[in-house]
Protein backbone atom coordinates (compact mmCIF):
# COMPACT_ATOMS: atom_id res chain seq x y z
CA UNK A 1 0.00 0.00 0.00
CA UNK A 2 1.11 3.54 -0.63
CA UNK A 3 0.93 6.85 1.86
CA UNK A 4 0.51 4.35 4.62
CA UNK A 5 2.04 6.19 7.43
CA UNK A 6 2.92 4.93 10.78
CA UNK A 7 2.22 6.81 14.02
CA UNK A 8 3.34 5.79 17.42
CA UNK A 9 0.27 6.41 20.08
CA UNK A 10 0.68 9.77 22.90
CA UNK A 11 2.31 8.46 25.80
CA UNK A 12 -0.98 7.61 27.80
CA UNK A 13 -2.99 6.16 25.19
CA UNK A 14 0.33 3.28 24.90
CA UNK A 15 -0.37 3.04 28.75
CA UNK A 16 -4.10 2.69 28.75
CA UNK A 17 -4.07 0.60 25.61
CA UNK A 18 -1.66 -2.08 27.64
CA UNK A 19 -3.81 -1.76 30.43
CA UNK A 20 -7.03 -2.84 28.42
CA UNK A 21 -5.14 -5.37 26.89
CA UNK A 22 -3.75 -7.12 29.91
CA UNK A 23 -7.39 -5.84 32.07
CA UNK A 24 -8.34 -8.76 34.02
CA UNK A 25 -11.75 -7.09 34.71
CA UNK A 26 -14.63 -10.01 33.55
CA UNK A 27 -17.23 -7.52 31.80
CA UNK A 28 -14.97 -7.23 28.76
CA UNK A 29 -18.87 -6.82 27.39
CA UNK A 30 -19.10 -3.24 27.71
CA UNK A 31 -16.66 -2.62 24.46
CA UNK A 32 -19.77 -2.94 23.00
CA UNK A 33 -21.75 -0.37 24.57
CA UNK A 34 -18.94 1.73 24.03
CA UNK A 35 -18.77 1.25 19.79
CA UNK A 36 -22.36 1.41 19.41
CA UNK A 37 -22.36 4.47 21.36
CA UNK A 38 -19.84 6.23 18.90
CA UNK A 39 -21.83 5.23 15.90
CA UNK A 40 -24.73 6.52 17.46
CA UNK A 41 -23.11 9.63 17.69
CA UNK A 42 -21.88 9.68 14.45
CA UNK A 43 -25.04 9.79 13.09
CA UNK A 44 -26.88 12.20 15.26
CA UNK A 45 -23.89 14.10 14.09
CA UNK A 46 -24.42 13.50 10.80
CA UNK A 47 -28.30 14.45 11.29
CA UNK A 48 -27.66 17.79 12.48
CA UNK A 49 -25.31 18.62 9.83
CA UNK A 50 -27.81 17.96 7.75
CA UNK A 51 -30.32 20.64 8.87
CA UNK A 52 -27.82 22.81 7.27
CA UNK A 53 -26.24 20.84 4.48
CA UNK A 54 -29.23 18.29 3.24
CA UNK A 55 -26.93 16.81 0.20
CA UNK A 56 -24.74 15.23 2.98
CA UNK A 57 -27.57 12.45 3.23
CA UNK A 58 -27.65 11.52 -0.04
CA UNK A 59 -30.41 9.60 -0.91
CA UNK A 60 -29.87 7.48 2.49
CA UNK A 61 -31.60 9.47 5.03
CA UNK A 62 -31.85 6.69 7.38
CA UNK A 63 -29.02 6.04 10.10
CA UNK A 64 -28.74 2.78 11.53
CA UNK A 65 -25.94 0.51 13.11
CA UNK A 66 -25.27 -2.66 11.74
CA UNK A 67 -23.24 -5.76 13.53
CA UNK A 68 -21.68 -8.01 11.35
CA UNK A 69 -20.49 -11.06 12.60
CA UNK A 70 -18.29 -13.87 11.00
CA UNK A 71 -17.12 -16.92 13.38
CA UNK A 72 -15.18 -18.67 11.05
CA UNK A 73 -12.76 -15.53 10.54
CA UNK A 74 -13.06 -14.48 14.23
CA UNK A 75 -14.54 -10.78 13.71
CA UNK A 76 -16.83 -8.99 14.55
CA UNK A 77 -17.98 -5.58 12.44
CA UNK A 78 -19.76 -2.33 14.20
CA UNK A 79 -20.69 -0.43 10.98
CA UNK A 80 -22.35 3.17 11.00
CA UNK A 81 -23.69 5.10 8.22
CA UNK A 82 -22.81 8.66 10.66
CA UNK A 83 -21.01 11.86 9.61
CA UNK A 84 -17.63 9.56 9.57
CA UNK A 85 -14.06 10.85 9.59
CA UNK A 86 -11.52 12.43 7.75
CA UNK A 87 -7.82 10.85 7.81
CA UNK A 88 -6.29 14.06 10.33
CA UNK A 89 -9.98 13.38 12.41
CA UNK A 90 -8.90 9.74 12.77
CA UNK A 91 -5.34 10.28 14.02
CA UNK A 92 -6.63 13.21 16.34
CA UNK A 93 -9.61 11.02 17.55
CA UNK A 94 -8.20 7.66 17.70
CA UNK A 95 -4.39 8.46 18.62
CA UNK A 96 -4.83 10.89 21.59
CA UNK A 97 -6.73 11.10 24.13
CA UNK A 98 -9.34 13.17 23.61
CA UNK A 99 -12.27 13.26 25.82
CA UNK A 100 -11.76 14.59 29.21
CA UNK A 101 -13.25 11.25 30.56
CA UNK A 102 -10.84 9.16 29.77
CA UNK A 103 -7.98 12.02 30.48
CA UNK A 104 -9.28 12.08 34.09
CA UNK A 105 -9.36 8.26 33.85
CA UNK A 106 -5.71 8.50 33.63
CA UNK A 107 -4.70 10.86 35.90
CA UNK A 108 -6.94 8.89 38.15
CA UNK A 109 -5.16 5.85 37.42
CA UNK A 110 -1.67 7.51 37.53
CA UNK A 111 -2.52 8.34 41.26
CA UNK A 112 -3.75 4.68 41.86
CA UNK A 113 -1.56 2.19 43.01
CA UNK A 114 -0.94 -1.09 40.45
CA UNK A 115 -3.58 -2.94 40.07
CA UNK A 116 -6.39 -0.93 40.59
CA UNK A 117 -6.27 -0.21 37.06
CA UNK A 118 -8.41 -2.93 35.63
CA UNK A 119 -10.71 -2.02 38.13
CA UNK A 120 -11.48 1.16 36.90
CA UNK A 121 -11.74 0.34 33.31
CA UNK A 122 -14.78 -1.79 34.66
CA UNK A 123 -16.20 0.88 36.15
CA UNK A 124 -16.10 3.60 34.22
CA UNK A 125 -16.39 3.80 30.02
CA UNK A 126 -13.07 4.50 28.13
CA UNK A 127 -14.78 4.74 24.82
CA UNK A 128 -12.99 3.46 21.95
CA UNK A 129 -9.60 1.79 23.34
CA UNK A 130 -11.91 -0.52 25.41
CA UNK A 131 -12.06 -2.42 22.17
CA UNK A 132 -8.30 -3.57 22.72
CA UNK A 133 -9.79 -5.82 25.53
CA UNK A 134 -11.54 -8.12 22.97
CA UNK A 135 -9.45 -7.60 19.60
CA UNK A 136 -5.51 -8.04 18.94
CA UNK A 137 -6.08 -5.92 15.93
CA UNK A 138 -8.55 -3.31 14.93
CA UNK A 139 -9.33 -1.70 11.54
CA UNK A 140 -11.10 1.67 11.04
CA UNK A 141 -12.13 2.32 8.14
CA UNK A 142 -14.28 6.02 7.25
CA UNK A 143 -15.45 8.13 4.86
CA UNK A 144 -16.60 11.62 5.79
CA UNK A 145 -20.66 12.20 4.96
CA UNK A 146 -20.29 14.27 1.31
CA UNK A 147 -16.44 13.38 0.69
CA UNK A 148 -14.85 11.43 -2.08
CA UNK A 149 -11.89 9.95 -0.06
CA UNK A 150 -11.80 7.69 2.60
CA UNK A 151 -9.26 6.19 5.25
CA UNK A 152 -7.93 3.16 7.20
CA UNK A 153 -6.70 3.55 10.59
CA UNK A 154 -4.78 0.22 11.79
CA UNK A 155 -3.62 -0.94 15.04
CA UNK A 156 -2.67 -3.79 17.33
CA UNK A 157 -3.18 -1.85 20.57
CA UNK A 158 0.34 -2.20 21.41
CA UNK A 159 2.02 1.06 21.23
CA UNK A 160 1.51 2.16 17.22
CA UNK A 161 -1.12 2.61 14.49
CA UNK A 162 -0.88 3.15 10.79
CA UNK A 163 -2.99 5.48 8.54
CA UNK A 164 -3.22 5.59 4.83
CA UNK A 165 -6.01 5.86 1.76
CA UNK A 166 -7.97 3.07 0.78
CA UNK A 167 -9.75 2.61 -2.77
CA UNK A 168 -13.86 3.75 -2.34
CA UNK A 169 -15.20 0.67 -2.56
CA UNK A 170 -13.38 -0.93 0.13
CA UNK A 171 -15.00 1.77 2.44
CA UNK A 172 -18.53 2.37 3.10
CA UNK A 173 -20.67 4.71 1.56
CA UNK A 174 -20.64 7.05 4.16
CA UNK A 175 -19.89 6.80 7.80
CA UNK A 176 -17.85 4.19 10.17
CA UNK A 177 -16.74 0.36 9.51
CA UNK A 178 -15.05 -0.26 12.44
CA UNK A 179 -13.64 -4.02 12.16
CA UNK A 180 -12.34 -6.23 15.41
CA UNK A 181 -10.06 -9.29 14.67
CA UNK A 182 -11.04 -10.88 17.81
CA UNK A 183 -8.43 -12.54 20.51
CA UNK A 184 -9.04 -16.67 20.87
CA UNK A 185 -10.84 -16.04 24.20
CA UNK A 186 -13.30 -13.35 22.99
CA UNK A 187 -14.58 -15.52 20.32
CA UNK A 188 -18.15 -15.36 21.61
CA UNK A 189 -18.42 -12.02 19.94
CA UNK A 190 -19.71 -14.08 17.05
CA UNK A 191 -22.21 -15.53 18.31
CA UNK A 192 -25.90 -14.38 17.21
CA UNK A 193 -27.21 -14.75 20.84
CA UNK A 194 -24.62 -13.45 22.82
CA UNK A 195 -23.98 -10.13 20.81
CA UNK A 196 -28.30 -9.73 20.72
CA UNK A 197 -28.26 -10.10 23.92
CA UNK A 198 -25.59 -7.85 24.92
CA UNK A 199 -27.30 -5.28 22.60
CA UNK A 200 -30.66 -5.51 24.20
CA UNK A 201 -29.52 -5.42 27.48
CA UNK A 202 -26.51 -2.40 26.97
CA UNK A 203 -28.11 -0.48 24.29
CA UNK A 204 -31.51 -0.85 23.94
CA UNK A 205 -32.59 2.27 23.72
CA UNK A 206 -30.25 4.66 21.40
CA UNK A 207 -31.87 6.57 19.21
CA UNK A 208 -30.65 4.97 16.26
CA UNK A 209 -32.14 1.43 15.20
CA UNK A 210 -29.40 -1.26 15.34
CA UNK A 211 -29.34 -4.45 12.54
CA UNK A 212 -27.22 -7.60 13.09
CA UNK A 213 -25.96 -9.63 10.06
CA UNK A 214 -25.44 -13.35 11.55
CA UNK A 215 -22.82 -14.80 9.05
CA UNK A 216 -21.39 -13.08 6.06
CA UNK A 217 -24.09 -13.96 3.60
CA UNK A 218 -27.07 -13.46 5.96
CA UNK A 219 -29.83 -10.19 5.95
CA UNK A 220 -29.68 -7.80 8.34
CA UNK A 221 -32.28 -8.78 11.13
CA UNK A 222 -33.52 -5.51 13.19
CA UNK A 223 -32.43 -5.95 17.21
CA UNK A 224 -33.11 -2.88 18.45
CA UNK A 225 -35.87 -0.12 16.64
CA UNK A 226 -34.15 3.01 18.01
CA UNK A 227 -37.16 4.34 19.64
CA UNK A 228 -35.96 7.16 22.23
CA UNK A 229 -36.56 6.12 25.60
CA UNK A 230 -37.81 9.72 26.82
CA UNK A 231 -40.65 9.67 24.35
CA UNK A 232 -42.26 6.64 26.04
CA UNK A 233 -43.82 7.34 29.47
CA UNK A 234 -42.69 6.82 32.77
CA UNK A 235 -45.39 3.78 33.66
CA UNK A 236 -43.43 2.19 30.43
CA UNK A 237 -40.16 2.00 31.34
CA UNK A 238 -38.57 -0.50 33.69
CA UNK A 239 -35.66 0.55 36.46
CA UNK A 240 -33.55 -1.78 34.38
CA UNK A 241 -34.13 0.23 31.14
CA UNK A 242 -33.44 3.64 32.91
CA UNK A 243 -30.17 2.12 34.39
CA UNK A 244 -29.46 0.81 30.69
CA UNK A 245 -29.95 4.23 29.21
CA UNK A 246 -28.52 5.95 32.01
CA UNK A 247 -25.32 4.50 31.76
CA UNK A 248 -25.27 5.05 27.69
CA UNK A 249 -26.16 8.93 28.20
CA UNK A 250 -23.55 9.57 30.71
CA UNK A 251 -20.59 7.08 30.33
CA UNK A 252 -20.88 6.49 34.04
CA UNK A 253 -21.37 2.14 35.22
CA UNK A 254 -23.29 2.57 38.18
CA UNK A 255 -26.92 2.73 39.22
CA UNK A 256 -28.38 6.32 39.22
CA UNK A 257 -29.04 7.52 42.58
CA UNK A 258 -32.44 9.73 41.44
CA UNK A 259 -33.99 9.55 38.38
CA UNK A 260 -35.99 12.35 36.70
CA UNK A 261 -38.00 11.55 34.17
CA UNK A 262 -41.13 14.24 33.08
CA UNK A 263 -43.42 15.75 30.31
CA UNK A 264 -43.74 19.88 30.65
CA UNK A 265 -46.98 20.90 29.06
CA UNK A 266 -48.49 24.32 28.86
CA UNK A 267 -46.46 27.43 27.96
CA UNK A 268 -43.50 25.33 26.75
CA UNK A 269 -43.11 21.71 25.63
CA UNK A 270 -40.28 19.60 26.42
CA UNK A 271 -39.12 16.06 28.10
CA UNK A 272 -36.59 16.09 30.49
CA UNK A 273 -35.05 12.51 31.55
CA UNK A 274 -32.23 13.22 34.22
CA UNK A 275 -30.45 11.08 36.54
CA UNK A 276 -28.31 12.05 39.49
CA UNK A 277 -25.26 9.50 39.17
CA UNK A 278 -24.76 7.12 41.98
CA UNK A 279 -20.75 7.48 42.35
CA UNK A 280 -19.46 10.80 41.55
CA UNK A 281 -18.93 11.23 37.49
CA UNK A 282 -15.04 12.03 36.85
CA UNK A 283 -14.93 15.24 35.66
CA UNK A 284 -17.02 16.61 38.76
CA UNK A 285 -14.22 18.93 39.62
CA UNK A 286 -13.23 20.05 36.68
CA UNK A 287 -11.90 23.85 36.97
CA UNK A 288 -14.63 24.42 33.56
CA UNK A 289 -17.66 22.80 36.09
CA UNK A 290 -19.48 22.44 32.88
CA UNK A 291 -22.24 20.42 32.92
CA UNK A 292 -23.22 17.76 30.56
CA UNK A 293 -26.98 17.43 30.02
CA UNK A 294 -27.99 17.17 26.22
CA UNK A 295 -30.35 19.75 24.35
CA UNK A 296 -32.37 17.65 21.90
CA UNK A 297 -35.48 19.31 19.38
CA UNK A 298 -37.43 17.02 18.08
CA UNK A 299 -35.27 14.30 18.96
CA UNK A 300 -32.20 15.23 16.52
CA UNK A 301 -29.37 15.82 18.98
CA UNK A 302 -28.16 19.23 19.35
CA UNK A 303 -25.46 20.06 22.14
CA UNK A 304 -24.23 19.04 25.22
CA UNK A 305 -23.10 22.57 25.73
CA UNK A 306 -26.79 24.88 26.47
CA UNK A 307 -26.23 24.61 29.78
CA UNK A 308 -29.43 23.34 30.80
CA UNK A 309 -28.48 22.63 34.62
CA UNK A 310 -27.22 25.42 36.96
CA UNK A 311 -23.47 24.73 37.52
CA UNK A 312 -24.17 23.51 40.93
CA UNK A 313 -25.85 20.75 39.57
CA UNK A 314 -23.14 19.75 36.74
CA UNK A 315 -23.58 16.16 38.01
CA UNK A 316 -26.39 15.44 36.59
CA UNK A 317 -26.48 13.50 33.20
CA UNK A 318 -29.83 13.15 30.74
CA UNK A 319 -31.55 15.39 28.35
CA UNK A 320 -33.77 17.35 27.51
CA UNK A 321 -36.03 16.90 24.44
CA UNK A 322 -38.11 20.21 23.18
CA UNK A 323 -40.28 21.12 20.48
CA UNK A 324 -40.19 24.76 20.67
CA UNK A 325 -36.82 25.60 19.33
CA UNK A 326 -35.65 25.25 15.83
CA UNK A 327 -33.92 22.51 14.31
CA UNK A 328 -31.17 25.03 13.18
CA UNK A 329 -31.00 26.89 16.79
CA UNK A 330 -27.79 28.82 16.75
CA UNK A 331 -25.06 28.56 19.44
CA UNK A 332 -25.93 32.28 20.08
CA UNK A 333 -29.41 31.66 20.13
CA UNK A 334 -29.27 28.77 22.60
CA UNK A 335 -27.08 31.68 25.58
CA UNK A 336 -29.96 34.14 24.93
CA UNK A 337 -32.64 31.88 24.23
CA UNK A 338 -36.01 32.81 26.72
CA UNK A 339 -37.24 29.20 26.21
CA UNK A 340 -34.29 27.31 27.60
CA UNK A 341 -33.90 29.89 30.32
CA UNK A 342 -37.57 28.73 31.31
CA UNK A 343 -36.48 25.21 30.73
CA UNK A 344 -33.48 25.34 32.70
CA UNK A 345 -35.54 26.80 35.43
CA UNK A 346 -38.34 24.21 35.39
CA UNK A 347 -36.03 20.92 35.48
CA UNK A 348 -33.80 22.78 38.02
CA UNK A 349 -37.01 22.77 40.29
CA UNK A 350 -37.70 19.26 39.63
CA UNK A 351 -34.49 18.16 40.08
CA UNK A 352 -33.94 19.90 43.39
CA UNK A 353 -37.84 18.33 44.51
CA UNK A 354 -36.34 15.06 43.88
CA UNK A 355 -33.65 15.52 45.75
CA UNK A 356 -35.12 17.26 48.74
CA UNK A 357 -37.80 14.15 48.55
CA UNK A 358 -34.97 11.47 49.13
CA UNK A 359 -33.80 13.52 51.92
CA UNK A 360 -37.32 13.82 53.70
CA UNK A 361 -38.48 9.67 52.70
CA UNK A 362 -35.04 8.22 52.98
CA UNK A 363 -32.15 9.87 54.94
CA UNK A 364 -29.88 7.34 54.82
CA UNK A 365 -29.82 7.23 51.38
CA UNK A 366 -29.60 11.08 51.54
CA UNK A 367 -26.57 10.55 53.27
CA UNK A 368 -24.90 9.01 50.41
CA UNK A 369 -25.81 11.77 47.74
CA UNK A 370 -24.87 14.13 50.18
CA UNK A 371 -21.20 12.58 50.25
CA UNK A 372 -20.88 12.25 46.41
CA UNK A 373 -22.40 15.77 45.32
CA UNK A 374 -22.37 18.23 48.82
CA UNK A 375 -19.15 19.99 48.13
CA UNK A 376 -20.91 20.93 44.37
CA UNK A 377 -24.32 21.33 45.90
CA UNK A 378 -22.87 24.25 48.37
CA UNK A 379 -21.79 26.82 45.41
CA UNK A 380 -25.42 27.09 45.29
CA UNK A 381 -25.49 29.18 48.05
CA UNK A 382 -24.12 31.73 46.50
CA UNK A 383 -24.71 31.44 43.23
CA UNK A 384 -28.60 30.91 42.80
CA UNK A 385 -29.66 33.71 44.94
CA UNK A 386 -33.55 32.69 44.74
CA UNK A 387 -32.63 28.85 45.73
CA UNK A 388 -29.80 29.55 48.67
CA UNK A 389 -32.07 29.07 51.72
CA UNK A 390 -33.96 25.69 49.68
CA UNK A 391 -29.86 24.55 49.53
CA UNK A 392 -28.95 25.60 52.73
CA UNK A 393 -31.96 23.11 54.13
CA UNK A 394 -30.30 20.39 52.05
CA UNK A 395 -27.07 20.74 53.51
CA UNK A 396 -25.64 18.01 55.90
CA UNK A 397 -22.78 18.80 58.23
CA UNK A 398 -20.17 17.54 60.93
CA UNK A 399 -19.93 19.23 63.92
CA UNK A 400 -18.26 19.36 67.10
CA UNK A 401 -21.13 17.28 68.68
CA UNK A 402 -21.57 15.00 66.21
CA UNK A 403 -17.82 14.44 63.89
CA UNK A 404 -19.13 10.95 62.39
CA UNK A 405 -22.80 11.40 62.00
CA UNK A 406 -24.17 14.63 59.94
CA UNK A 407 -26.69 17.40 60.86
CA UNK A 408 -28.90 19.88 59.40
CA UNK A 409 -29.34 23.28 59.88
CA UNK A 410 -32.67 22.58 60.71
CA UNK A 411 -31.50 20.40 63.65
CA UNK A 412 -28.58 22.64 64.60
CA UNK A 413 -31.50 25.22 65.33
CA UNK A 414 -33.80 23.12 66.96
CA UNK A 415 -30.44 22.28 69.59
CA UNK A 416 -29.44 25.46 70.35
CA UNK A 417 -28.74 27.34 73.54
CA UNK A 418 -30.87 29.52 74.82
CA UNK A 419 -30.24 32.93 73.22
CA UNK A 420 -27.61 31.64 71.11
CA UNK A 421 -28.26 33.65 68.34
CA UNK A 422 -25.45 32.43 65.69
CA UNK A 423 -24.72 29.51 63.62
CA UNK A 424 -21.25 28.80 64.66
CA UNK A 425 -18.77 27.20 62.25
CA UNK A 426 -14.60 26.26 62.18
CA UNK A 427 -13.21 26.06 58.63
CA UNK A 428 -10.16 24.06 58.35
CA UNK A 429 -9.03 21.11 55.96
CA UNK A 430 -10.34 17.96 57.77
CA UNK A 431 -12.33 17.36 60.61
CA UNK A 432 -9.58 15.52 62.11
CA UNK A 433 -7.63 19.01 62.76
CA UNK A 434 -10.76 20.61 63.24
CA UNK A 435 -11.76 18.84 66.14
CA UNK A 436 -8.41 18.93 67.77
CA UNK A 437 -8.89 22.81 67.74
CA UNK A 438 -8.42 24.85 71.03
CA UNK A 439 -11.05 27.04 69.36
CA UNK A 440 -13.24 24.81 70.45
CA UNK A 441 -12.41 24.36 74.20
CA UNK A 442 -14.80 26.94 74.98
CA UNK A 443 -17.83 26.38 73.26
CA UNK A 444 -17.12 22.25 74.31
CA UNK A 445 -17.36 23.23 77.94
CA UNK A 446 -20.89 25.15 77.19
CA UNK A 447 -21.99 22.38 74.91
CA UNK A 448 -22.64 24.53 72.10
CA UNK A 449 -22.71 23.07 68.97
CA UNK A 450 -19.76 24.23 66.10
CA UNK A 451 -20.14 23.51 62.80
CA UNK A 452 -16.92 21.76 61.23
CA UNK A 453 -16.65 22.88 57.60
CA UNK A 454 -14.03 21.48 55.62
CA UNK A 455 -14.82 21.94 51.88
CA UNK A 456 -13.06 24.29 50.05
CA UNK A 457 -16.63 25.90 48.71
CA UNK A 458 -17.31 26.33 52.63
CA UNK A 459 -15.23 29.40 53.33
CA UNK A 460 -17.24 30.88 50.01
CA UNK A 461 -20.59 30.32 51.24
CA UNK A 462 -20.62 30.75 54.95
CA UNK A 463 -19.67 34.52 54.25
CA UNK A 464 -22.72 34.94 51.88
CA UNK A 465 -25.29 32.99 53.96
CA UNK A 466 -28.24 35.04 54.87
CA UNK A 467 -29.64 33.78 58.03
CA UNK A 468 -30.85 30.78 58.65
CA UNK A 469 -34.21 30.37 61.16
CA UNK A 470 -32.71 34.00 62.73
CA UNK A 471 -28.82 33.40 63.05
CA UNK A 472 -26.50 34.39 61.54
CA UNK A 473 -23.08 32.54 60.60
CA UNK A 474 -20.15 33.12 62.54
CA UNK A 475 -16.69 31.78 62.36
CA UNK A 476 -15.49 30.78 66.02
CA UNK A 477 -11.91 31.65 64.81
CA UNK A 478 -12.71 35.65 64.23
CA UNK A 479 -14.05 38.49 66.69
CA UNK A 480 -15.02 37.74 70.42
CA UNK A 481 -16.29 35.14 71.14
CA UNK A 482 -18.81 36.13 73.24
CA UNK A 483 -19.50 33.50 75.34
CA UNK A 484 -19.52 34.59 79.27
CA UNK A 485 -23.76 34.81 79.11
CA UNK A 486 -23.38 30.91 78.67
CA UNK A 487 -23.30 28.64 81.39
CA UNK A 488 -20.15 25.83 81.30
CA UNK A 489 -21.67 22.05 81.58
CA UNK A 490 -21.05 22.71 85.34
CA UNK A 491 -23.75 25.01 85.58
CA UNK A 492 -21.73 27.62 86.42
CA UNK A 493 -21.23 31.08 84.85
CA UNK A 494 -17.06 31.78 84.98
CA UNK A 495 -16.67 35.14 86.40
CA UNK A 496 -14.99 37.30 85.05
CA UNK A 497 -11.22 37.43 85.81
CA UNK A 498 -10.45 41.28 85.93
CA UNK A 499 -7.79 41.17 88.12
CA UNK A 500 -4.73 43.94 87.96
CA UNK A 501 -2.63 40.59 87.13
CA UNK A 502 -4.36 39.84 84.15
CA UNK A 503 -4.00 43.45 82.79
CA UNK A 504 -0.69 43.79 83.56
CA UNK A 505 0.04 40.60 81.54
CA UNK A 506 -2.24 41.77 78.52
CA UNK A 507 -0.28 44.94 78.43
CA UNK A 508 3.31 43.04 78.52
CA UNK A 509 2.10 40.55 75.75
CA UNK A 510 0.94 43.36 73.43
CA UNK A 511 4.06 45.25 74.11
CA UNK A 512 6.10 42.22 73.37
CA UNK A 513 3.89 41.05 69.88
CA UNK A 514 3.30 44.66 68.83
CA UNK A 515 4.78 43.66 65.39
CA UNK A 516 3.21 40.10 65.25
CA UNK A 517 -1.03 40.59 66.37
CA UNK A 518 -3.20 43.72 66.57
CA UNK A 519 -4.63 43.10 70.05
CA UNK A 520 -3.98 40.66 72.86
CA UNK A 521 -7.33 40.02 74.54
CA UNK A 522 -8.86 37.65 77.68
CA UNK A 523 -10.71 35.11 75.72
CA UNK A 524 -13.70 32.59 77.12
CA UNK A 525 -12.67 30.75 74.46
CA UNK A 526 -10.41 28.64 75.98
CA UNK A 527 -11.04 26.26 79.13
CA UNK A 528 -7.42 24.00 78.61
CA UNK A 529 -4.96 25.49 75.97
CA UNK A 530 -3.15 29.34 76.88
CA UNK A 531 -3.41 31.01 73.81
CA UNK A 532 -5.08 31.05 70.47
CA UNK A 533 -4.84 32.97 67.34
CA UNK A 534 -8.14 34.97 66.48
CA UNK A 535 -8.65 36.59 62.93
CA UNK A 536 -10.38 40.47 63.35
CA UNK A 537 -14.06 41.09 64.02
CA UNK A 538 -14.51 42.61 60.16
CA UNK A 539 -12.32 41.20 57.41
CA UNK A 540 -11.87 37.11 56.86
CA UNK A 541 -11.74 34.39 59.10
CA UNK A 542 -8.66 32.33 59.49
CA UNK A 543 -9.18 29.48 56.94
CA UNK A 544 -10.49 32.33 54.58
CA UNK A 545 -7.14 34.49 55.32
CA UNK A 546 -5.08 30.67 54.35
CA UNK A 547 -7.16 29.99 50.96
CA UNK A 548 -6.40 33.96 49.60
CA UNK A 549 -3.20 33.19 50.67
CA UNK A 550 -2.61 30.44 49.26
CA UNK A 551 -4.54 32.06 46.14
CA UNK A 552 -1.50 34.53 46.13
CA UNK A 553 -3.35 37.62 46.92
P1 LIG B 1 -16.05 9.94 23.10
O1 LIG B 1 -17.09 9.14 22.40
O2 LIG B 1 -16.41 10.20 24.52
O3 LIG B 1 -15.67 11.21 22.39
P2 LIG B 1 -14.36 7.74 22.37
O4 LIG B 1 -13.04 7.25 22.82
O5 LIG B 1 -15.49 6.77 22.45
O6 LIG B 1 -14.70 9.05 23.19
O7 LIG B 1 -14.24 8.22 20.88
C1 LIG B 1 -13.25 9.17 20.53
C2 LIG B 1 -13.60 9.93 19.29
O8 LIG B 1 -13.43 9.13 18.12
C3 LIG B 1 -15.04 10.41 19.19
O9 LIG B 1 -15.23 11.62 19.90
C4 LIG B 1 -15.19 10.62 17.69
O10 LIG B 1 -14.64 11.87 17.31
C5 LIG B 1 -14.34 9.53 17.12
N1 LIG B 1 -15.14 8.37 16.74
C6 LIG B 1 -15.17 7.18 17.35
N2 LIG B 1 -16.02 6.33 16.75
C7 LIG B 1 -16.57 7.01 15.72
C8 LIG B 1 -17.53 6.70 14.69
N3 LIG B 1 -18.12 5.52 14.64
N4 LIG B 1 -17.82 7.66 13.79
C9 LIG B 1 -17.23 8.88 13.84
N5 LIG B 1 -16.33 9.23 14.77
C10 LIG B 1 -16.00 8.32 15.70
MG1 LIG C 1 -17.58 7.17 22.96
Redesign the pocket.
Known amino acids: EQNVESHVFEADVARLLHMMVHSVYSDKDVFLR?LI??AA?ACEKLRYEAIETPALLGSDAESRITLSLDEENRRLVVEDNGIGMQRDEMIEALGTIA?SGTRAFMDRIAASKGGEGAQLIGQF?V??YSCFMVADRVDVVSRHAGSDQASKWSSDGKGSYSVGPVDLAEAPERGTRIVLHLMEDAKKYTSRWTVERIVKEQSGHVPVAIRLIEKPDSEPVQITDGTALWTKSKSEVSKEEYTDFYRGVS?QYDEPALTVHFRAEGRHEYTALAFVPGTQPFDMFDPERKGRMKLYVKRVYITDDAELMPRYLRFVRGLVDTADLPLNVSREMIQESSILAAIRKGVTNRVITAIEKLADSEPETYLKFWENFGAVLKEGVYEDYERRTQLMALARFRTSTSVDGYRSLAEYVKDAKEGQNAVYYLAGSSVDQLKASPQLEGFRARGIEVLLLTDSVDSFWVVNAPEFEGKVFKSITQGAADLSRFPTADGQIPQEQDSAGLATFIGFAREKLAAQVADVRASDRLTESAVCLVAPEDGYDRQMEKILQNAGR
Open positions: ESNDRGGFG
